[in-house]
Nanobody, 124 residues
Framework: QVQLVESGGGLVQAGGSLRLSCAAS????????MAWFRQVLGKEREFVAT????????YYADSVKGRFTISRDNAKNTVYLQMNTLKPEDTAVYYC?????????????????WGQGTQVTVSS
């Protein structure tokens, strides 16, 4: 069983930055692909970014490309999401997810474990 705990959310002005962290339990972190999704109340959860296991290949949603950076520290069992140039439309609950495979996916149902979410609010 893997547990994921997100932190780092909060309130920030448009144009500002936040860094989300997701700490994972378990001994298979380095071989797991990781991802961030986000959800606005009343809307579907959407893919934000993903990073593969071991090689660390990354992929981003078009809406965040060039502004957000996903990274991982396998020694700390932690994945990060650096969010720069934040916009009000980035406001959402951000979820960390883990997949028991090296290769990443943008599909929610491909992920086996989820965190509880952390709120990010960007004011205009």
């Amino acid at each position: 069983q893997v547990q994921l705990v997100e932190s780092g959310g909060g309130l920030v002005q448009a144009g500002g930055s936040l860094r989300l962290s997701c700490a994972a339990s378990g001994r298979t972190f380095s071989s797991s692909s990781m991802a961030w999704f986000r959800q606005v109340l009343g809307k579907e959860r959407e893919f934000v970014a993903t990073i593969s296991g071991r090689t660390g290949l990354t992929y981003y949603a078009d809406s965040v490309k060039g502004r957000f950076t996903i990274s991982r520290d396998n020694a700390k069992n932690t994945v990060y999401l650096q969010m720069n140039t934040l916009k009000p439309e980035d406001t959402a609950v951000y979820y960390c997810a883990a997949r028991r495979q090296l290769f990443s996916s943008t599909v929610q149902s491909d992920y086996n474990y989820w965190g509880q979410g952390t709120q990010v609010t960007v004011s205009s």
